[in-house]
Every structure is written in structure tokens, then in C-alpha cells.
């Protein structure tokens, strides 16, 4: 990345966060300060990429998929799934599989709708990318593998994902991890213009609302990746290695669909589905998510994102907010990965 993206990226940041929170997710006013706030130094992680597959991929029909998923631990122990976001994919979990895995844990790690091996079953589906629809593939998934109740874990589209689940689902989410806090929106606000600097940040949303933006996705979706992962976590070093294992998720036959379809959606330039009319309502209401959760934000994500006061008073149950620092990004569990699985051990703690 060069230096004058770096410049702009920082220049930009702090003024972006406040303002999508007062206009995105209309979340700015009255903090309720019941939070804890930590910060944990992730520089030194011991564990930073030694794990480089997962021991297997497997499929299963659940709702309208046939979803590829990786799976660690024991069958019989307290089930936890971690969601990857865009333009990322299962391998963000890698090192935090085995870490919880090795605490007794059945950790299943799915690809989203229109990444890696996950399939529709019929031609004939909507391609839907809208929130909802990812948050309800989840709860197929949970029912096909009969597990009643899971402990969620995400950043970006799977932080989203957990979110939804935990507001609309709490007997189904058991404690929550969320990188970046509270990630519910809806159409309404995502209408709404905001400051420059903050939609600066969000120049990828706007390219996308544009048939060009479609097809220059479609024809560069690494080289878009690898911008994104870039600008995402400027200190994050990546080698090509890790990234094309990653990158081979977005050849998925139905991935530039849902993703132009996810941002055109949160646009209002795109319809959704309309069995989930009655869902997304009640996520207008930016519902407060009451079971245990902890929130992480990296010291050096340079994504849109809120600061945590904004999103403090829509956790009713017990709260901490806990940054990760040592130069960590947007990909938080795989630039930190210990870090990560300790607040998915530490949050089942809250739930006993």
C-alpha cells in the first residue's frame, strides 16, 4: 500500500467513525456506562499462523444451501461457530480452531452463502445477500447439525451475522463475540448521507452500486481482495500464500452476486427477500442484544468502524469491551488469533 493511501487512511479515520455513527447507525446519544473496557498486546502471540489447513472440509444440506464447513474439537462439547466476513473466508480462523478445540470445545467454521464449497440447492434461488438472509442460513445450519445453542463469533459479515442472531434468537446464542460492536442496520439508515470522511470509507459501497462496479468485481475480485485486506490492516504482512488460499473462496460460481447484492441492499438500491420483511422490522428497531458478549476492536483496523462508546448502551448483558493492540487489524482473529480464542473462552464464562 502506498504512503498516501496510509496518510489519507489515517487522516480520515477518526472523523468517519463519529459520523457513521451518528448518521449509519443512528446509535449517537445517551452511553449507558456499565461497560469494561481492556486492552490486551497482541504483538507478541505466540501463535500467529502455525496451523495452514483444516484437517477437512465438509458439506451439509441446511435451508436453501448445501454449506461447506470446517469442524474441530469434540462432538459432544459446547459448540461454538465462528463467521468470517468479506472479502475473507474460513481461513481467518485457522489458529483459533485448534486453540479451542484443545479447551474441549466443537468449533464449527462455515463458509458463508456465495464463498467456498457452499452451494445453493436450486438454480432458482434468489441470490440474496441482505444480512438477514445470512443470519437465518446460520440458524438452518445450527438445526441441521442439531445444535440448539451455540456460542457466535465473527468480525465484519460474520460479526453482522452474530449479532442478528443474538437479537432476534437469543435462546439460540449462548454468549457472543463480536469484532467492532453492534453491526445492526437497516435500509432506512443506510440511506441516510453522511460526512464526507465518513463516506470516504465507504468508496467500495458506492462502486458497487454501479454496473461497472459489478464488473470490475467480477473481473478483479483478488486484486480487489488483496486492496481491501491492505487498507483493512495496513501492519498485518501477509505473504501470498496466505492470501491465495483465502482468495480461492471468492471463485465461488455465486460470490460477486451476493456481494454486489449485500451493498446494493444496505443502499436501498436493491430489493430483499420478502419472507424476511417481518425480520428486518424488527431489526430496524436496533434491538438491544441482551446475552452475554464481549466486543474487540484492533488498535490499527483501518475498516469503517464505530467507536465502542457508540455501541456500549445495546448490550443489556454482561459487557466488555476489550481492544486489541500490536497493530491489529480488521481481520482480527487471524492477526490475533489467541486473543480471539480467549475472549470466546472467557465470554462461556459470563453465560455458566
Known amino acids: 500500500m502506498s504512503e498516501n493511501l496510509k496518510i489519507d487512511r489515517r487522516r480520515f479515520l477518526g472523523a468517519a467513525a463519529i459520523s457513521i455513527a451518528a448518521g449509519e447507525f443512528g446509535m449517537i446519544g445517551r452511553i449507558d456506562a456499565k461497560s469494561v473496557e481492556t486492552t490486551v498486546n497482541a504483538a507478541n502471540e505466540p501463535n500467529r499462523e502455525l496451523n495452514t489447513s483444516f484437517d477437512a472440509i465438509k458439506q451439509i444440506h441446511a435451508g436453501l444451501l448445501n454449506v461447506g464447513y470446517a469442524e474441530a474439537g469434540t462432538a459432544n462439547g459446547p459448540a461454538v461457530i465462528l463467521l468470517h466476513g468479506w472479502p475473507y473466508d474460513i481461513y481467518s480462523f485457522v489458529d483459533v480452531a485448534p486453540l479451542l478445540a484443545a479447551k474441549g470445545y466443537r468449533v464449527i467454521v462455515p463458509y458463508l452463502r456465495g464463498y467456498g464449497t457452499t452451494r445453493f440447492l436450486s438454480d432458482k434461488t434468489f441470490r440474496n445477500g441482505q444480512p438477514a438472509a445470512v443470519a437465518v442460513d446460520i ?46 442496520g437497516s435500509q432506512a439508515s443506510g440511506k441516510q448521507p453522511l460526512p464526507p470522511a465518513a463516506e470516504y470509507q465507504w468508496w467500495y459501497q458506492f462502486y458497487f452500486a454501479t454496473e461497472r462496479g459489478e464488473a470490475g468485481y467480477a473481473k478483479y475480485r483478488r486484486d480487489f481482495a488483496k486492496l481491501i485486506w491492505q487498507l483493512a490492516s495496513p501492519k498485518w504482512n501477509f505473504d501470498d500464500t496466505t ?33 424476511l ?16 458478549t464481549i466486543t474487540l476492536e484492533g488498535d490499527d483496523n483501518g475498516a469503517p468502524h464505530l467507536p465502542p462508546s457508540a455501541y456500549a448502551n445495546k448490550f443489556s448483558g454482561k459487557y466488555v469491551n476489550r481492544i486489541i493492540g500490536g497493530g491489529v487489524g480488521h481481520n482480527l482473529p487471524q492477526e490475533a488469533p489467541k486473543a480471539f480464542a480467549d475472549a470466546v473462552i472467557e465470554v462461556d464464562g459470563y453465560a455458566k
Not at 420483511?277 to 452475554?292: F, G, K
Open 277 to 292: 420483511d417481518e425480520l428486518e422490522t424488527r431489526l430496524a428497531q436496533s434491538l438491544v442484544i441482551t446475552v452475554p
Open 139 to 184: 440458524i438452518a445450519l445450527m438445526d441441521a447439525l442439531k445444535i440448539e445453542k451455540a456460542i457466535l463469533a465473527g468480525f465484519d459479515w460474520g460479526a453482522r451475522t452474530a449479532d442478528i442472531i443474538a437479537a432476534l434468537w437469543p435462546q439460540r446464542c449462548r454468549a457472543l463475540v463480536s469484532v467492532s460492536g453492534y453491526l445492526i
Open 243 to 275: 492470501f491465495n488460499r483465502s482468495a480461492a473462496a471468492f471463485d465461488n460460481p455465486d460470490h460477486v452476486a451476493i456481494v454486489i447484492h449485500n451493498y446494493r441492499w444496505r443502499q436501498g438500491l436493491a430489493q430483499g427477500d420478502p419472507k
